[in-house]
């Protein structure tokens, strides 16, 4: 499976976002797929991921801010970021896992597949 992630960009504490990641391939709907981050420094870490029966999994430093979607038919994922904070400024990357879900474990470990990665910079 392709993965490629848009959306990223710059934007003020407070603001909004929405990532997309457009998921191809042969066998792209055997994927489960999420998205993690990268800040500078720091390692890589689970954001928010999505189930095949709609189940979602969140970083408690996200609850509330990020929602995560998918549109199935389009082999597309969301992640709408609002509420951001200079903490959120980071790397993100679309992640795909084999399988039906992430099952609560959204760690590196679980990635089968990354994206290139989108820019996301919170600063005023």
């Not at 934007?11 to 500078?40: E, H, K, T």
């Not at 038919?73 to 993100?92: I, R, V």
């Not at 474990?105 to 910079?121: H, P």
Request: glycine share 12%; aromatic share 10%.
């Amino acid at each position: 499976v392709q993965l490629v992630e848009s959306g990223g960009g710059s934007v003020q504490p407070g603001g909004s976002l929405r990532l997309s990641c457009v998921a191809s391939g042969r066998f792209a709907d055997r994927y489960s797929l999420g998205w993690f981050r990268q800040a500078p420094g720091k390692k890589r870490e689970g954001v928010a991921g999505i189930d095949s029966d709609g189940t979602t999994t969140y970083a408690d430093s996200v609850k509330g801010r990020f929602t995560v979607s998918a549109d199935n038919a389009k082999n597309t994922l969301y992640l709408q970021m609002d509420s951001l904070q200079s903490e959120d400024t980071a790397t993100y990357y679309c992640a795909a896992t084999h399988g039906f879900g992430w099952y609560q474990d959204l760690t590196s470990a679980r990635v089968d597949e990354w994206g290139q990665g989108t820019l996301v910079t919170v600063s005023s």
